[in-house]
């Protein structure tokens, strides 16, 4: 509900400029990416859904499709969802974005857990969470079979001879699985990263397994040090089981970074944040996200028992967080507002100088790589951090003055992968 | 082709500032709007496909996009398949580029006639021609819906109050039909064009009912002015049936202009493009584009029967071509580089003030309303045409000298849609 605090931008969300300005502003500040966020519907199962909730946005591969033109170096991060996409047509989206923007695209890919979302695409309701996954992972195959389906050396455009390709380095995929036929190949040459980006959020065992299968950035959910660490070996078994190296993979937790010079400052900034949002919509929020109707408890009295984690098909990321939280005997109201303020996002307030000590505790001990940075009042809680924690981290060496050269996956120090269609021929050359 | 060409450019295709410094020019001569055209799929179902033609391009919308960013004034036209789409999905897409751009979105909407674009989503070949056509139809009811779905007032951003938006003016579309269901309310503003413009370019009988009914602009294919005005008038006789008025249509021929100084200077540049272009790709083509595999005919022989039109799968509008030519005895090599030397577009050739003479007459009969000028070898046709004939236009007072303000449908002269929820308010209120 930040959108109604008097420094908040209005109409001016739904066009590119303030987008762009955002977007310069975090290049001066020599950020690896920006990340947008998204479903696929608008959230009103409630009434105060569509009344108070800032459901209407720009679809995430337009807005950062057009700031790929106006920005040189930083990394683009989509939001799109395997449950209600073709893979052909998103494959060739993300594969012709990273052409357009020299290297610089990734997908955060997505499940998309509400009701709202289903029934916007043939569906009676949200499908099955193992469904969404099977589902999430099958797509991932193929689109990353479609990215390599052609080699990195396929186009010729020999005008001499008349071969615009070499026919022997384009391939069919031919894709037959439980969700998808897609025979290939792209239309879109192979992307300069090899695949784009892959980033996936989920940490429910269906997630982190998708995650370290498939993922090169996984945005995490991470509450201390120790939690990191922990999180991290768990990370890191499963990596083993996929045959991947933990340096192939970066853990990201969420942050909602909040600069005051002082905690009564902070606890002010919260506080007024706090006046913002209505019982009503938090309380709303928290029935959609813990798949009941709270509407009739008392907003004060104790939660009724949540659903069970493993037949509940809605975001289970959430649903565990509410869980947490009423193993403390909060009210409804109490984890409402929680829930509402910062979701499942871990605070980290404080003067410059503190959030900087914060930051690098985590970082140090290896319990994360970095941080996807959230930001309650925009553009100005980030132009607060830029201007005063980025240098701070400058300072320490540990945070780049200057963006490297190469593609988004060469500034993460995370490999190119190999085309699947080239290695099994030199595999069957060696062999032979 | 003509990518064979010593001056066509090589792999700059697959970056932006090549298409970049096209729209620039474009923009500079004050064009109406960039087209961009689409497959899903590459022609591979005959070998030469791959290896000889120029499969593989940037998608559309992305291309587009991204341009939207670095252009003022230009319309900005992607191709987009109703065959291989999902609505919520592409009707999305498209709200949010004419957000970012201004009011500058237009979809040419196509249904897909390739064999291979079928097998990249799921199905076995290419589905039935009546059945490509219900979906699109049923398509832009859906999408339409959507882009009314928020009304223009909806978005209220009110912080005192803390209303986003007025749930009164954001509804659900509530579909269910044939091919689709989709709910809604989509999860975009109202885009500033009321709905971007709608392209059409069919010419089969279903092609142009779903263009009159549904479309604002239809590229045809006209040959002459007679041929252009009997075309318009079976046009309007088709708008009336939907209640349209003949000027809320433009119907635009895809034309093939080439300066030069003389008839033999045409002759010349048009036979050395002829040179890149093998025998086997051309037959190769016409193989597909006709749905016979001509690979063991005589080249020099006639072609054998054509498909019958009304059980046709495939392009009715390319074989219809096909089908003029072989009623002038051509052979199948001649046929053949017929069309694959300029498709289904007339060519217009000459010096500019030629150019000029031929473009103002079929304009000044009410024939056309503007033109799709396509161009054999970009950049260099394109900027001949840019130099010498745009201002050739001008002078006569027949072409902008600079961009009037507003929409691609304020330039083009095309009501903005009425809201149909509005409406229906409005209405309701005005009964009772």
Redesign the interface.
Known sequence: ?S????R?P??EI???DYY?RLAESAERAKLDAIFVAD????W?SV?SG??????????P???L??????TKHIGLIATASSS???P??LA??F???D????GRAAWNVVTSAMD?EA?????DGNIEHGFRYARAGEFLDIATALWDS?EDDA?L?D?ET??????DR?HRVDHTGQH??????????RPPQGHPLIVQAGSSEAGKNLATRYADVHFAIIRSNEDGLRYRADINARLKKFGREPESFKILPGILPIVASSADEATEKQAFLDT?L?DR?AIDLLSSWAGLDLSAYPPDGPLPALPDESTFNGGRTSLNRVKDWTEQNLSIREIARKLANTGSVHPVTGTPSQIADQLEAWFVTGAVDGYNLMFPLLPEDWVNFAEQVVPELQRRGLFRQEYEPGTLRDRLGLPRPANRFATARDTHRAAS
């Open positions: 509900m959108w109604r605090h008097p908040a209005f109409a739904f066009g590119l762009r479903h696929v519907a608008i009103d009434e569509v009344a108070h909730y800032a459901n209407a946005r720009l679809e591969l337009t807005l499709t057009a700031l790929s033109a106006v209600y996409y073709e052909y047509n060739r989206l594969a012709s974005l052409h357009v923007s020299n709202e029934l916007n695409f043939g569906r052609w186009v455009i005008k008349g071969y615009f390709a070499d026919p384009v998808f036929r897609v025979r290939g190949p792209l239309n879109v040459p913002l209505p919509v």
